[in-house]
T-cell receptor, first 113, second 114 residues
Framework: AQSVTQPDIHITVSEGASLELRCNYS??????LFWYVQSPGQGLQLLLK??????LVQGIKGFEAEFKRSQSSFNLRKPSVHWSDAAEYFC???????????FGAGTRLAVHP | DGGITQSPKYLFRKEGQNVTLSCEQN?????MYWYRQDPGQGLRLIYY???????QKGDIAEGYSVSREKKESFPLTVTSAQKNPTAFYLC?????????????FGPGTRLTVL
């Protein structure tokens, strides 16, 4: 069955430090992968997506993600975190067979000044 | 401005009452979705609709109902049969772009059962 695992429930980083959020997926075919961000009490905002081609994907707000088929991973990175990046981050895979997004449980990011 | 609106932002319900959550989009997207979000569980699909007058159950449809009479609107009714309705509800719509179907989300409605 298709699934998405985000191994880290909470991550805390200092402002200005680099960030990597992990995402592993289980999907038989070529995956369509997404990262969304959610501020408290708000909806989800699309950061970036991967469907084919270059395995390093650039997104909004200075985020990027790298698709590694051999590791079934799609980790999100940012070279220098800002206090405004504190939020919850969700990785998702699109299941064409079921026509739906399958979400991970999310990673909550805290940023220390 | 194009976007997805959900109303109300907060909703309180007494046990045994049905309530309807509104979702409207002016993005001209064909497909619309309802998700439920609980702490630590990510998002779970309740219902989705790919075209007007058609919709399918998602993973947790029991106790919920929807309609899709207009392309722009996809209201969700939480019925008294839903045993644990307190949650954050998110509506989304999607369009095929950049090689894949991409979902965009509204701001959400927080439902609390008193």
């Amino acid at each position: 069955a298709q699934s998405v695992t985000q191994p880290d429930i909470h991550i805390t980083v200092s402002e200005g430090a680099s960030l990597e959020l992990r995402c592993n997926y289980s999907y038989g075919a070529t995956p369509y992968l997404f990262w969304y961000v959610q501020s408290p009490g708000q909806g989800l905002q699309l950061l970036l997506k991967y469907f084919s081609g270059d395995t390093l994907v650039q997104g909004i707000k200075g985020f990027e993600a790298e698709f590694k088929r051999s590791q079934s991973s799609f980790n999100l990175r940012k070279p220098s975190v800002h206090w405004s990046d504190a939020a919850e981050y969700f990785c998702a895979v699109f299941s064409g067979g079921y026509n739906k997004l399958i979400f991970g449980a999310g990673t909550r990011l805290a940023v220390h000044p | 401005d194009g976007g997805i609106t959900q109303s109300p932002k907060y909703l309180f319900r007494k046990e045994g009452q049905n309530v309807t959550l509104s979702c409207e989009q002016n993005l001209n997207h064909d497909a619309m979705y309802w998700y439920r979000q609980d702490p630590g569980q990510g998002l779970r699909l309740i219902y989705y609709s790919q075209i007007v007058n058609d919709f399918q159950k998602g993973d947790i449809a029991e106790g919920y109902s929807v309609s899709r009479e207009k392309k722009e609107s996809f209201p969700l009714t939480v019925t008294s049969a839903q045993k644990n309705p307190t949650a954050f509800y998110l509506c989304a719509s999607s369009i095929y772009e950049g090689g894949t179907d991409t979902q965009y989300f509204g701001p959400g409605t927080r439902l609390t059962v008193l």
